[in-house]
Every structure is written in C-alpha cells, then in structure tokens.
C-alpha cells in the first residue's frame, strides 16, 4: 500500500509553493519599479488633459509621477498576502533579499554604464528619427545612471516602508482579528506609504539635491494621493485572493510520499 503526506506535510509543502510565487512576483516589481522609476511621466497627459495645477503649500504642481508607481500597486497587493499568510518574519525576509538584489541591479548597472561603448554600435544608432545627431552611448547612461541620492533614497524608503507595512498590518490585525482585512491592509497601506514617499524625496533631494523642504512636501502630498487613491481602489483584489489561496492550501487530493523524495 503506497504511503501518502499527511495533511500538515502537505500543507507545508503548499505554503512553501505559495511563499515562492508571491516572493517572486514581489522581488520582480520591486526591481523593476526601481529601473523604470527614471522615467517621469504625466498623469494627465495619459488621459489628453491639461495639468490640473493642484495648489499645494503655495505652490501649484501637475500629476507628474515616476513610471515605477505603475508597478508599485502589485508591490503593495503582494506584502499585504505575505503579511497575512507569512507575518512579519516573512515580509522582513523577502525585503531584506529584494534590498540586496536592487543594490546588485544598481552596482551591476554602474559597472555596464562604465564599460566603453563599441563604435560600430555608436555609429548605427547615431542618428535620431528626424535625422538628428544622437549620442547611443549617452542616452543610454542617462537612462540607466541614476544618482547616489536617489539610490541610496530608494533602499531606505524601501527597507522602512516594507517594515513599517508589516507592523502596522499585525497592530490592526491584532485589532480586528480574522475580519475586516480592508482595515490592515488599507492602513497598512497607507501609513507604509506615507513615509515611504516622504523618506525617499528627502534622501534624494534634500540631503544629496537641492530642493528646500517645502518642495519636499509639496511634491510628496501629489505621490501620496496617487498612492492613496490606489491602494484604496485595490483593496477588493484582497477579498478576491483570500479565498483562492484559503482554497489552495486546504484542497487537493492526497500526494504520494515518494512525490517529496528525491531520486538519484
């Protein structure tokens, strides 16, 4: 008679599958967020409207944001499932190894954006669309570099949101229980984000640029409402992944024992 896991091997095995997906789907757009993050784009723009000139501490600002909060909203969906399946100790984890893997990404692109480029690869891209001149090797830098402000920025806000995310969420859960999972993520959400967006532009353009602290705030009120707004409008993805997952873990049939053993 052939043996088979037993249910809490099984489970296990399952939590283990479901922490490696949900890392890999969190390391992924938190590093490409990062990479992407150069690009300022307007929000408005993408929907053909004029800039909205919000007035914020005396001074007017448009929706213009970094392309990397795309990405960000699955950033924030995916620690609020670590953090309800896995706790603290499996958001620090996952954080931890993503901040490491972002200042590889980051040493890895210093190092290409050294290296000389070859004149042949200059010379085919050397002309524009209209026929403009057009530095490949330049563009190329600009793109890519970014400076030690906005990196060492970006891997702090990032460490502190991430932490700051998975305390919050336990506080509230510890309030709420097993309900209302709209509370500990939204809150979670939105209080990680605060400071995450504030630490960041105060690294990069405070400490290592040459804002003042009024623009700091200013350009951080417009970032948070963006951040806001999402993570409020995402929050039913929530109801939707819990009992997939619920799901998942509890269901399928009994797994052969030798499905676990490895065979030389």
């Not at 037993?6 to 990062?34: C, D, W, Y």
């Not at 990405?71 to 309800?84: A, K, Q």
């Not at 830098?141 to 336990?170: K, M, T, W, Y």
């Not at 509230?172 to 999972?181: F, P, V």
């Amino acid at each position: 008679m052939q043996q088979t896991i037993p249910p809490q091997i099984r489970l296990s095995h399952k939590k283990r599958q479901l922490f490696m997906v949900l890392s890999g789907i969190f390391l992924t757009n938190a590093l490409l967020a990062e990479l992407i993050g150069v690009k300022i784009f307007s929000g408005e723009g993408v929907f053909g409207l004029p800039g909205a000139q919000i007035p914020v501490l005396g001074t007017r600002f448009d929706f213009n944001l970094t392309a990397g909060v795309i990405i960000w909203p699955v950033v924030f969906i995916t620690t609020d499932i670590i953090n309800e399946y896995f706790g603290k100790e499996g958001v620090k984890r996952i954080s931890y190894l993503t901040a490491a893997l972002i200042a590889y990404a980051f040493l890895v692109i210093v190092v290409a954006t050294a290296l000389p480029p070859a004149q042949f690869w200059q010379d085919v891209n050397s002309q524009g669309p209209n026929g403009t001149p057009f530095d490949m090797d330049y563009a190329f830098n600009r793109v890519f570099s970014q400076g030690l402000g906005i990196i060492i920025g970006s891997l702090v806000a990032f460490l502190v949101g991430q932490l700051l995310d998975a305390h919050v969420f336990h506080w509230l859960k510890h309030l709420t229980g097993n309900r209302q999972i709209w509370i500990r993520a939204t809150g979670s959400t939105l209080v990680s984000q605060l400071v995450d967006t504030v630490v960041v532009l105060f690294i990069a353009f405070y400490l290592f640029g040459n804002w003042d602290l009024k623009m700091v705030l200013s350009v951080s009120v417009i970032n948070y409402l963006y951040k806001f707004t999402v993570a409020v409008v995402l929050t039913p993805l929530l109801y939707i992944a819990h009992p997939l997952i619920d799901r998942y873990l509890a269901g399928g049939e009994a797994v052969p024992l030798d499905t676990f053993i490895s065979k030389e």
